[in-house]
T-cell receptor, first 114, second 114 residues
Framework: AQSVSQHNHHVILSEAASLELGCNYS??????LFWYVQYPGQHLQLLLK??????LVKGIKGFEAEFIKSKFSFNLRKPSVQWSDTAEYFC????????????FGAGTTVTVRA | EAQVTQNPRYLITVTGKKLTVTCSQN?????MSWYRQDPGLGLRQIYY???????DKGDVPEGYKVSRKEKRNFPLILESPSPNQTSLYFC?????????????FGNGTRLTVT
């Protein structure tokens, strides 16, 4: 079974600072990887996804993530955050062989101070 | 507009009083799923359905039931709610004909069981 670990529980930073959120997964086979964002009071929305090809994936709102297979990692980055990036961020993974089972990490709350 | 609709958004009930949270999607998706979100635990899958009349347990199915009589609807039933089922619930759907399609989430139902 796959599992997902997000290293940071709560990150607080100032506007224009760079953001990096760690995500590691445990599963030996081929996986699909996702980052979802949940703005305060809203439902989860897809930020970006990786299935194959270029391990550097670009998503919406200036976010990107890099898949490093050897490290089982899929870290999320943004060079310069804005106040509107305040949200909870979830990493998720599903095994290609079990695409009905999407496992989520515990989430990272990001607070951006103006 | 393509969407997943959950009702109600907020629900307060007492222990043991049966309740149903409805979920409906208008995207003709085969796959639907229920998650609960709890602080520090992320999203955990309760039940999922790969098509009409096909349902299966997720990671935390105890105390819940589901049905999938029609493609668009996937209600979550709590026969005898208990306080440990106080949580934020999300319904989601996706298109299984495309293996890399993302989940579409509803707006959530915040349930309080006293």
């Amino acid at each position: 079974a796959q599992s997902v670990s997000q290293h940071n529980h709560h990150v607080i930073l100032s506007e224009a600072a760079s953001l990096e959120l760690g995500c590691n997964y445990s599963y030996g086979g081929t996986v699909n990887l996702f980052w979802y964002v949940q703005y305060p009071g809203q439902h989860l929305q897809l930020l970006l996804k990786y299935f194959s090809g270029d391990p550097l994936v670009k998503g919406i709102k200036g976010f990107e993530a890099e898949f490093i297979k050897s490290k089982f990692s899929f870290n999320l980055r943004k060079p310069s955050v804005q106040w509107s990036d305040t949200a909870e961020y979830f990493c998720a993974v599903n095994a290609l062989s079990n695409d009905y089972k999407l496992s989520f990490g515990a989430g990272t709350t990001v607070t951006v101070r103006a | 507009e393509a969407q997943v609709t959950q009702n109600p958004r907020y629900l307060i009930t007492v222990t043991g009083k049966k309740l149903t949270v409805t979920c409906s999607q208008n995207m003709n998706h085969e796959y639907m799923s229920w998650y609960r979100q709890d602080p520090g635990l992320g999203l955990r899958q309760i039940y999922y359905s790969m098509n009409v009349e096909v349902t299966d347990k997720g990671d935390v199915p105890e105390g819940y039931k589901v049905s999938r009589k029609e493609k668009r609807n996937f209600p979550l039933i709590l026969e005898s709610p208990s306080p440990n089922q106080t949580s934020l619930y999300f319904c989601a759907s996706r298109d299984r004909t495309s293996y890399n399609s993302p989940l579409h989430f509803g707006n959530g139902t915040r349930l309080t069981v006293t």
